[in-house]
Nanobody, 125 residues
């Protein structure tokens, strides 16, 4: 099993920045693709970003391109999401996800095998 724990969420003003972290643990954790999704009440989970093990494949959702940056530290088993120029519409619960198939960085949530509990990000106007 793989466990994912997010941290770094909180309240920030529009235009501000936050950095989310996701720490992975578990004996079976390997060269996993890592991703971030977000969800607001009443809406489907939205793809935010994903990164392959070697960071040679990175994808971003259209709504965050140019503002968010995903990165990872494999030695620490941690993936990060640097969020800049935050907007009120970025308010959501942000989830970390892991995919146990190396290589591609898919956008669909059903392509991911493990999920964290989520961390709330609130952007005030």
């Amino acid at each position: 099993q793989v466990q994912l724990v997010e941290s770094g969420g909180g309240l920030v003003q529009a235009g501000g920045s936050l950095r989310l972290s996701c720490a992975a643990s578990g004996r079976t954790f390997g060269r996993y693709v890592m991703g971030w999704f977000r969800q607001t009440p009443g809406k489907e989970r939205e793809f935010v970003a994903a990164i392959s093990w070697s960071a040679d494949s990175i994808n971003y959702g259209d709504s965050v391109k140019g503002r968010f940056t995903i990165s990872r530290d494999n030695a620490k088993r941690t993936v990060y999401l640097q969020m800049n120029s935050l907007k009120p519409e970025d308010t959501a619960v942000y989830y970390c996800a892991a995919r146990n198939v190396p290589g591609a960085t898919p956008l669909r949530e059903d392509e991911y095998n493990y999920w964290g509990q989520g961390t709330q990000v609130t952007v005030s106007s």
